[in-house]
């Protein structure tokens, strides 16, 4: 080891160390705010005002429906199925289809062609849009009718 290699290394590191503070020492920086933030006044909270919009869209209150959403399809309760008779393949297939949904709201009402008489199921259907399409498939539309 070189002793003014040693000595040069020890003046820069002298140099860049911070210095050395004591209990005495203070500083004071005085910054004017616009030159600190100069988009302080932006960024500070303003009281909440309601500025209305020229062109923004007015809506209706939520209390207030409108009238075409109000209206909704009324719900079915009741479905009349046509068969020829009792003891027909259509009327065994609409029966387990009856059967398969029957955890629904919807009477199900059968008319027998032979005998000309109601008869009421004694389960009641779960009529989807699928379900009811089965039945005009088994029976034909002008055998179903829904309401």
């Known amino acids: 080891p070189h002793p003014g290699r040693r000595a040069a290394s020890a003046q820069r590191a ?11 020492t203070t500083f004071r920086a005085e910054v004017s705010p616009p030159a ?10 303003a009281e909440p005002r309601a500025v ?6 007015q809506r209706r209150p939520a209390a207030i429906a409108h009238p075409a959403e109000s209206q909704k399809p009324p719900v079915p309760t009741r479905v009349y199925l046509r068969v020829p008779d009792m003891e027909g393949e259509t009327y065994k297939k ?3 289809l009856i059967m398969i949904f029957c955890d629904g709201t919807v009477e199900a ?3 027998d062609g032979s005998t000309q008489k109601y008869v009421k199921h004694p ?25």
Not at 36 to 45: F, G, I, Q, S, V
């Open 14 to 24: 002298e140099a860049t160390a911070p210095p050395a503070s004591s209990p005495q």
């Open 36 to 45: 600190y933030n100069p988009y302080e006044a932006m960024l500070r909270p």
């Open 52 to 57: 209305p919009l020229a062109n923004a869209p």
């Open 94 to 96: 609409a029966e387990n």
């Open 109 to 111: 009402v059968f008319y």
């Open 123 to 147: 389960v009641k259907v779960r009529l989807t849009p699928a379900v009811k399409d089965r039945l005009v498939r088994i029976l034909g539309e002008e055998n179903v009718v829904v309401k």
